[in-house]
Nanobody, 127 residues
Framework: QVQLVESGGGLVQTGGSLRLSCVFS????????VAWFRQVPGKEREFVSG????????LNSEVSKGRFTMSRDNTKNTVTLQLNNLEPEDSAVYFC????????????????????WGQGTQVTVSS
């Protein structure tokens, strides 16, 4: 069973930074498209950033451009999301997710395209 475990969330002030990590248990991790989503209560999960299996292509949403940086290390089965210049509107539970189509080249932004999900890590930004 594939497991994804996020960490790194917390409470920061406006303008602060956090570094989120997601570790995969699956040896096939290096072949998956991986993405970060976030969710606030009462709303659907929102795509934040995604990367192809190689890490050479990264797609960022409008909310992440210029502030958030996603990367992956296939030797460590890990993806990270560096959050900079955080705003109260960034407060949410952040999830990592994987699309199990091996060596896929499309970075999907729709939640339903991802089969594997972590439990999420809470990010709270105070004003």
């Amino acid at each position: 069973q594939v497991q994804l475990v996020e960490s790194g969330g917390g409470l920061v002030q406006t303008g602060g930074s956090l570094r989120l990590s997601c570790v995969f248990s699956d040896r096939m991790f290096s072949s998956y498209v991986v993405a970060w989503f976030r969710q606030v209560p009462g709303k659907e999960r929102e795509f934040v950033s995604g990367t192809t299996w190689s890490g050479n292509t990264i797609l960022n949403s409008e909310v992440s451009k210029g502030r958030f940086t996603m990367s992956r290390d296939n030797t460590k089965n890990t993806v990270t999301l560096q959050l900079n210049n955080l705003e109260p509107e960034d407060s949410a539970v952040y999830f990592c997710a994987a699309n199990a189509e091996t060596y896929g080249t499309m970075i999907e932004t729709r939640e339903r395209e991802y089969e594997y999900w972590g439990q999420g890590t809470q990010v709270t930004v105070s004003s």
